[in-house]
């Protein structure tokens, strides 16, 4: 149980808690509060991964997301982890932790021995390589693929439950450090209201030794109050364990919560992760900022790591990497990891400082602790097998050389500020010399950034300047008065210094294992050789050396690779650009950006009142546009052909109903109704009779079909209009859009009555008896309701809407009713006409049916290329008016010959249904010869004709009506028919009339 | 064949080793830097994989050499280094699907043409169909493409899953899978690989490309076009062909026609690299998204067009929420990979979703635009066709029914009117 | 994701509505007085500006009424909002 890198009494982490975990199989031991990481430091794992490429021993570098290293495979009960940073996720009793990328295990990995051909490996390598023989290049690729990719997906179901939740505030701060609270306390003061985030478990966890933190007396009492102040007042909301993932336009964040912790609790309903929208006024960054490795030859051995990171493992977790350790810097910040360390009793061997000249207090505070300072003097190459054991350095210079022993080295090659945010949503950054970095160019568009992401890395000047930054949200003269109202004692009295350096190596071609960007094992040599090769621009270098593509996106890499080509370019770093950024920032599981929105949630369901009937009465639905609607109901063990030839055959010759309720409906209402539908469809209603009905397609300004339906008068400047199913809400958007944007003049309105009814349609020969029985007081003769026309009647005040018309070509009443009372009224149907052999029955039949007439349905018999010339409904088309359409029908082309029309078919074997899509030639034509005509659209076998139908578009259709053609399906297969009108049962229309 | 095409620097695996001990043996510049000249014979404006291959064809097929490519950016940084890297030919109409199966017969050949692995690979491209009407509308393109010659199957649900292992096909989600069209010879080709490997033949050509050079305007007189101004000086030219996603609105207007062109930002993601675990693409035209799993591991998703025009290559994050939601019905496991990268390209989006590749009312002013998202899997074809039409002065009879005059008469070529799927 | 202020309902988010393309000019009352070409550039053609676009919008899960908007197509900037009658209702703040 011992843990041989934990110092006593140190960090926040629960010690009275062990938990066991097993990494690699084997059985070790952290506590509570560790992350993976941490812990593995504790038990002495420095060496924790290989690389993706060359399979080199690697270690930990980081502490924080910005990790190119340590990415684990976990699990923990059944919950599956892939790709997983060992810094962004905790420690729980019984996780299981497993390194990747090497075979047979860590230690030992044959695949390492990539390494020694190395040198064939050039960037682009693929692009060069594997192009002949022709043919093999798919066999090649399958085995370059199983060399990609980090962890390994296990395909079983994911466990995690993901919600996602809404929110808006003033401002959102990014951040709980010295200048996320100075800045929040300001705001707060305001009046606005904050939400603060925290990607760790704790709040501000860099400040958590207020004590140490500060010398300055007064300073540590005023921080600490304003911190108090930030805690505990009401308008401040603090999200821990969240990252922001992305930040979009008008201020939109996602963020993730949780995506670090494991949810123990056996309640169904608290939710693992949490995907956070936020709507903003204003967003601030104060994510601080990402140190940058050193160069040198091995520089990614195991035990090199940021300084940043050695003082946080030692803080937060009281861990140290190891005992000897060496820091390696070009910037004075980095020696606040030397005073962490003394603080705790722990010294370091040696500092290398590529710098003549260092801060003179640090340097009396070295002196006084004995700690050997290299000035002027840089690391050429680190040694050791799986880690550092000892280092040469030279001067600059180059006269003077050494060896220094060490087992740790801490590095620092200046801090990256976290621009990310910034670039992703269009921003630009400047370079700012002093302190080697780039820093936002901010604008009205762009977030705050403050403290560390704005490249302000001293603490007190920190504090003061995020304090200034938000007074710009306030007014001018308000803002004068409080500059220097508060917070006077943060002063910067330190002025450290970062110097930039670039090692001379650099501009040796013959440099090998100087590491630029380690997760995608991009070298300095693969760099140099892309720019010969003419990659001189930062985004082309990018994707042509794989830097920052890993999962960490270059942001421990992306700068030092700028400053290279800037110096070999000879050029200064703001005229090459910067690498453009993308979201996220921080990655986030498809489940959580999914949230629950899949099975049932994926897409709303619409079910109708009569539903649960169709359920009990064995009902196979099918989905049209968001309805369940019944394709067939089976009975007993029939197929559902033979359920379909029944259904078809009832209506036929006894009585069938169809639950039509899902048809949309529209009420049309206002004195310039009948001028609206005129321009809405190509008939005329200027003569229209109270009570009577209308078929019509729609159409668009470009002449083509996109719906139809029944148009019903039901009074003066009172219509009813019927879409399809699938179309009303469309239909409905594109009338308002008409009304509104175009015909505003107009004085009409629209209501969407779809669910309001129940259609209850009774088709079938006998359907005038079932309808009389069910409404006695109407009469249901032909003459007093004729085919076409409407009546309206009511039954204990509950009014009833009743439509002769005929998607079927039988007689037939569809009914309306209240949806309340839909499901009274079709069980009352259904007990009247029992003894008329009632059949309810489903789309599948009714598809046949208007097949066996003829009728289109839009969608399938039309394609959106399709005129109602085109399937002859020319007489429907108006002379004496416009309507939407019309001018473009007027076109030539329209009316020339070779245009696709709507015909049927007769198939010579007529038993079998041919297949749909089956393409239409003449005759005399073979599969590969001769011109495709058309193809059918619809293909059923018609159970009262008892032989096989099909509609069809084909070029010069009508002109060929009586004629053979050869039709060939999608196996191929060669079929003849007959092409004939697009009717095939009672064509002249007795029956429905 | 030109016989500037034929250069001392190839590449293949004995070069490679030959560089691995001297690495400069095997040294070739990828992409030129270059300075204008004052005079060409063809300025191509657009160093997207469409305006360098209509230069190739250029100087392949019509013995043109002398040609600058102008790029306001960067060769490789516009759509053809944004997107999902589809190719497939098996559109509905006859039309569209000659056009991209002649771009996917070039495509076959096209490492082995310009000495760059371009990584085509043949993963097979599924279309699934989720009710009645997708299934039978894919039966009419899966018929329609196999009597144009185009390889084409239909699958059951079952026989997808043979296919794809991994897939759901459970009747229970939302809206379960009915069929699939599979082409067998689509599949990705790698979008980085074009960009550099034309760009480095057209160096070798001795064609100019001169990125970061922004046209200011075209030099038209008497409606005759005979150079640009940009950042870079004038430059002058007997015939100026336009390839240009995004800016095509923008040259419209400098020759004064206006075009049916609207820009809009297309989004798709990348996941974290993962070992292989998909090999085919899958497309869901009902559902908007679809997959499919590049060379490095990543898993790539893309989804329809944002809905409203814009210039910002930002799109909005609900079509990513749809399309991720869209593609764990399909795969659920797919839940548990993570979201590393997102991006939009811009795409021109004409009337039928069909390009427009022809002359324009100005003369010696040639445009290739309106490709919607299709066309990264048409650039070898679309410079093929164009630079046919620029040599010639008329279209070829591939894209002679892709004219700007169709918009006239109507003879749309109604490639989502008629269903045919997207990307 | 945009922020839009309906001119009804005040500010939603871009999912509660429909992009309902540029502003266009007006459908001729007479379009059989038109040309082929004059007409298909009624139809088609499109302004499709880099810039500040006067577009319509459909609050669609709102109110369900139409109104416009002045966005830039690069930033995505709202600048305006108005109702069809073109009347500047409210000017946003920058």
Same mark, same amino acid.
């Given at each position: ?453 704005? $490249? ?376 009247? $006409? ?160 | ?66 040609? &600058? ?65 997708? &299934? ?102 007997? =015939? ?53 799993? &590049?060379? =490095? ?127 | ?94």
């Amino acid at each position: 149980m011992k843990q041989i890198n934990r110092i006593n009494n140190l960090g926040l982490i629960n010690r009275s808690k062990l938990i066991e975990f097993y990494f690699n199989d084997k059985k070790l031991y952290a506590f509570e509060g560790d992350t993976l990481a941490s812990a593995l430091l504790a038990n002495g794992f420095i060496f924790t991964s290989r690389s993706i490429k060359y399979h080199r021993p690697r270690g930990l570098f980081a502490h924080d997301i910005s990790e190119p290293n340590s990415i684990m495979q976990v699990s923990i009960e059944d919950k599956e982890f892939i790709n997983v940073q060992a810094t962004d996720i905790y420690l729980y009793n019984n996780m299981v932790i497993k390194s990747i990328n090497h075979w047979p295990s860590l230690d030992f990995d044959i695949f390492s021995l990539k390494r020694i051909f190395s040198k064939f490996f050039l960037p682009g390598f693929i692009y060069k390589t594997f192009m002949y023989p022709r043919l093999l290049w798919d066999f090649y690729e399958k085995l370059i693929r199983k060399t990609k990719g980090f962890g390994k997906l296990k395909l079983e179901e994911d466990l995690l439950r993901y919600e996602k939740k809404h929110s808006n505030t003033d401002i959102l701060i990014i951040g709980t450090g010295p200048s996320a609270i100075s800045f929040a306390y300001s705001v707060l003061k305001f009046g606005y209201k904050i939400i603060m985030v925290e990607q760790d478990s704790i709040f501000s966890p860099t400040m958590l030794d207020i004590e140490n933190s500060f010398t300055d007396d007064k300073q540590k009492n005023e921080f600490s109050q304003i911190k108090d102040y930030v805690l505990k007042h009401s308008n401040t909301t603090i999200l821990l364990n969240t990252k922001l993932s992305s930040f979009n336009d008008h201020n939109f964040s996602t963020l993730i919560q949780n995506s670090s912790v494991i949810n123990l609790s056996e309640s169904n309903y608290s939710p693992d992760q949490i995907l956070w929208k936020i709507r903003s006024t204003k967003v601030v960054i104060a994510a601080g900022a990402i140190e940058r490795p050193m160069l040198f030859e091995n520089n990614d051995l195991p035990g090199i790591m940021s300084s940043k990171s050695i003082s946080m493992y030692l803080n937060r977790y009281g861990v140290i990497p190891g005992k000897n350790i060496v820091l390696y810097t070009n910037n004075d910040y980095s020696y606040q990891m030397i005073f962490d360390l003394l603080k705790n009793g722990i010294s370091v061997s040696a500092v290398i400082d590529v710098r003549k000249n260092i801060n003179d207090e640090i340097l009396v505070k070295l002196q006084k602790n004995n700690i050997k300072v290299i000035l002027h003097h840089e690391v050429i190459k680190a040694y050791g097998n799986k880690f550092i054991n000892k280092i040469d350095i030279s001067s600059i210079d180059k006269k003077e050389k050494t060896t220094i022993k060490c087992s740790v080295l801490a590095v620092s090659n200046g801090y990256t500020p976290i621009n990310q945010y910034h670039v992703q949503s269009g921003g630009l950054l400047s370079y700012k010399e002093e302190i080697d970095s780039f820093v936002p160019i901010e604008t009205k568009f762009s977030p705050i950034h403050i403290g560390g992401s704005a $490249g302000i890395f001293d603490l007190a000047e920190s504090i003061k300047s995020a304090y200034l930054k938000s007074l710009t949200l306030i007014d001018k003269k308000m803002a004068d008065l409080k500059k220097t109202s508060e917070l006077n004692n943060f002063k910067n009295t330190n002025n450290y210094s970062i110097s930039k350096y670039l090692p001379s190596v650099i501009y040796n071609m013959n440099t090998k294992n100087i590491f630029v960007d380690y997760q995608t094992d991009t070298s300095l040599f693969d760099i140099k050789y892309a720019i010969k090769e003419g990659f001189i621009f930062v985004d082309q270098l990018r994707r042509y050396t794989l830097f920052g593509t890993g999962i960490e996106q270059g942001k421990h890499s992306n700068d030092n690779i700028l400053f290279l080509l800037a110096d070999i370019l000879d050029l200064k770093p703001d005229q090459i650009g910067h690498v453009k950024s993308r979201p996220p920032f921080s990655s986030i599981n498809f489940g959580a950006i999914s949230g629950r929105s899949n099975n049932e949630f994926f897409d709303p369901i619409r079910i109708t009142p009569i539903h649960n009937w169709h359920k009990q009465n064995n009902a196979i639905f099918e989905n049209v546009g968001q309805w369940k609607r019944p394709l067939y109901y089976q009975k007993f063990n029939e197929s559902m052909e033979e359920s379909v030839n029944r259904e078809c055959l009832a209506v036929r010759n006894s009585v069938g109903v169809i639950d039509a309720s899902t048809l949309g409906k529209i009420e049309v209402v206002g004195p310039d109704s009948i001028e609206f539908l005129n321009m809405i469809y190509p008939n005329k209603f200027t003569n229209m009779k109270i009570a009577k009905c209308k078929y019509s397609l729609m159409l668009n300004d470009e002449g083509m079909i996109f719906d139809d339906g029944v148009i019903a008068k039901l009074d003066e400047n009172h219509y009813l209009i019927h879409t399809t199913s699938s179309g009303a809400s469309t239909v409905l958007d594109w009338l308002d859009q008409w009304l509104q944007t175009e015909w505003d003049h107009f004085n009409v309105s629209l209501r969407s009555v779809t669910d309001k009814w129940t259609t209850i349609s009774v088709n079938g020969p006998k359907s005038r008896d079932l309808a009389s029985r069910l409404f006695e007081n109407v009469d249901f003769s032909n003459e007093s309701f004729p085919f076409m026309s409407y009546k309206e009647t009511s039954v204990d005040d509950i009014p009833i809407r009743i439509f002769r018309v005929s998607f079927s070509g039988e007689l037939c009443f569809e009914i309306n009713v209240p949806s309340n009372y839909g499901q009274y009224f079709w069980d009352k149907t259904f007990e009247l $006409g029992r003894d008329l052999s009632i059949v309810p029955y489903g789309t599948e039949a009714m598809h046949v049916l208007r097949a066996e007439k003829g009728f289109i349905i839009v969608g399938q018999d039309t394609d959106g290329s399709v005129t109602p010339i085109d399937i002859g409904a020319i007489k429907m088309l108006s002379k004496s008016k416009d309507f939407l359409g019309k001018r473009s029908l007027d076109r030539p082309y329209f009316h020339e010959n070779g245009r696709k029309q709507l015909v049927g078919i007769l198939p010579d074997d007529f038993k079998n249904r041919i297949y749909d899509g089956a393409h239409i030639k003449n005759i005399n034509d073979e599969i590969l010869t001769g011109d495709i005509l058309g193809h059918i659209t619809s293909s059923y076998f018609s159970p009262i004709l008892n032989k096989s139908i099909a509609l069809a578009l084909v070029k010069n259709g009508n002109a060929m009506i009586g004629q053979k053609v050869l039709i060939i399906d999608m196996n191929l297969n060669k079929n003849y028919g007959t092409i004939t009108k697009p009717v095939f049962y009672d064509e002249k229309g007795v029956k429905q009339q | 064949m030109n016989n500037k095409l034929n250069t001392k620097n190839s590449y293949s695996i004995f070069s490679i080793i030959k560089g691995g001990f001297n690495k400069n043996s095997i040294l070739d510049i990828s992409i030129s830097n270059k300075t204008p000249k004052k005079q060409y014979d063809v300025i191509v404006i657009g160093g997207g994989g469409h305006g360098m291959a209509t230069a190739y064809y250029l100087a392949k097929n019509h013995g043109i050499t002398n040609i &600058a490519v102008v790029e306001k950016g960067l060769i490789g940084r516009g759509n053809t280094g944004r997107n999902t890297q589809v190719v497939r030919s098996n559109y509905l109409w006859t039309e569209s699907s000659l056009l991209y199966e002649h771009s996917l017969k070039l495509w076959n050949n096209l490492s082995q043409d310009i000495n760059f692995n371009v990584m085509y690979t043949k993963r097979g491209v599924f279309s699934l169909a989720h009710s009645y009407q997708e &299934a039978r509308d894919v039966a009419r393109r899966v018929t329609a493409n196999k009597l144009n010659g185009i390889d084409s199957i239909y699958l059951t649900p079952k026989e997808i899953k043979d296919y794809i292992p991994i897939i759901n096909i459970s009747p229970k989600v939302r809206y379960p899978i009915f069929g699939a069209s599979l082409q067998k010879r689509g599949g990705t080709v790698h979008h980085d690989a074009v960009a550099w490997g034309l760009a480095r033949r057209l160096n070798q050509i001795g064609v100019d490309i001169l990125q970061n050079c922004e046209v200011k305007n075209l030099i038209i007189k008497n409606n005759i076009v005979n150079g640009i101004e940009t950042n870079k000086g004038d430059i002058f030219a007997s =015939k100026i062909a336009v390839a240009v996603a995004g800016s095509s609105t923008r040259f419209a207007e400098m020759g004064k026609f206006k075009l049916p062109i609207e820009s809009h930002p297309l989004q798709a993601w990348v996941s974290e690299p993962i070992k292989p675990i998909l090999n085919p693409v899958i497309m869901s035209n009902a559902v908007h998204a679809y997959v499919s799993q &590049a060379e =490095k591991g990543e898993l790539v998703i893309g989804a329809g067009i944002d809905k409203y025009i814009g210039y910002s290559q930002r799109g909005s994050f609900s079509v990513i929420e749809n399309a991720t939601s869209a593609i764990i019905e399909l795969f659920p496991s797919f839940s548990k990979v993570k979201l590393l990268r997102t991006w939009a390209g811009l795409v021109d989006v004409s009337p039928d979703a069909c390009p427009i590749i022809d002359l324009t009312p100005v003369k010696n002013l040639y445009i290739n635009c309106g490709w919607g998202t299709g066309g990264f899997k048409a650039t070898p074809g679309s410079g093929y066709v164009f630079a046919h039409t620029v040599a010639n002065n008329e279209p070829h009879v591939l894209n002679e029914p892709f004219s700007f005059t169709r918009f006239e008469s109507g003879k749309l070529i109604d490639e989502h009117g008629a269903a045919g799927v997207a990307h | 994701m945009l922020l839009i202020k309906c001119i009804f309902c005040g500010e939603r988010d871009e999912t509660e509505f429909h992009y309902g393309g540029e502003l266009r000019d007006k459908r001729p009352l007479n379009p059989n007085d038109l040309s082929d070409k004059e007409w298909a550039e009624f139809l088609y053609s499109k302004r499709n500006v880099n810039g500040i676009h006067i577009e319509q919008w459909f609050h669609s899960g709102g109110c369900r009424q139409w109104f416009n908007i002045e966005r830039n197509t690069f930033t995505n900037e709202i600048t305006n909002t108005f109702n069809l009658k073109k009347q500047k209702i409210t000017r946003e703040k920058d």
